[in-house]
């Protein structure tokens, strides 16, 4: 079988290919450490807000997903205050039939809590297990979480930090 094959000459496309000299750094990704990392203060209000979207959105501005130097690896998120906790809601009847659980770790051990029992208790634990359960399970995800402070009312004690009102 005889193939007859032509020669393809790429001569022109490349004919200033060894004239220019190509920028290597432009093309090297910037990966964030932890001197690097610009991080700031941010207040935002729970009035309002739907329990879920608004701890996703949370815990976005704590990962540090909305930032250009995000790393996977480093706490390059913002320190959040979360103020009115005891203000969030939660669409359809979740508030009568929502349940949170705790186990002591003995039989018979679990407890049982509806949501708004929460709410009327403890609001900032309400916050705090919607916003923790969307961190990562590891190392990084339990600091990641002590750079949130959540507040019941619209008084918080970071006022020297100059936090940065942000509209969720």
């Not at 032509?6 to 990966?31: M, R």
């Not at 009035?47 to 706490?75: I, M, Q, W």
């Amino acid at each position: 079988m005889n193939l007859n094959i032509k020669k393809l000459h790429l001569q022109p496309y490349f004919q200033d290919y060894n004239q220019t000299i190509v920028d290597t750094l432009s093309y090297k990704t910037i990966s964030a450490n932890s001197k690097t990392v610009n991080k700031q203060w941010v207040v935002v209000n729970a009035e309002g807000k739907t329990l879920g979207r608004f701890c996703s959105e949370v815990a976005k501005l704590l990962r540090g997903k909305n930032k250009t130097n995000y790393t996977p690896h480093v706490d390059c998120g913002d320190n959040v205050i979360v103020i009115n906790a005891e203000k969030i809601t939660l669409s359809g009847n979740k508030m009568d039939t929502k349940e949170y659980e705790t186990f002591s770790g003995y039989p018979g051990g679990r407890r049982v809590t509806l949501a708004k029992d929460l709410l009327a208790r403890k609001p900032i634990n309400l916050i705090e297990r919607g916003v923790r359960g969307m961190l990562p399970k590891n190392r990084l995800g339990r600091k990641l979480f002590t750079n949130m402070h959540v507040f019941v009312g619209s008084d918080h004690p970071h006022a020297a930090q100059k936090p940065i009102q942000l509209e969720i």
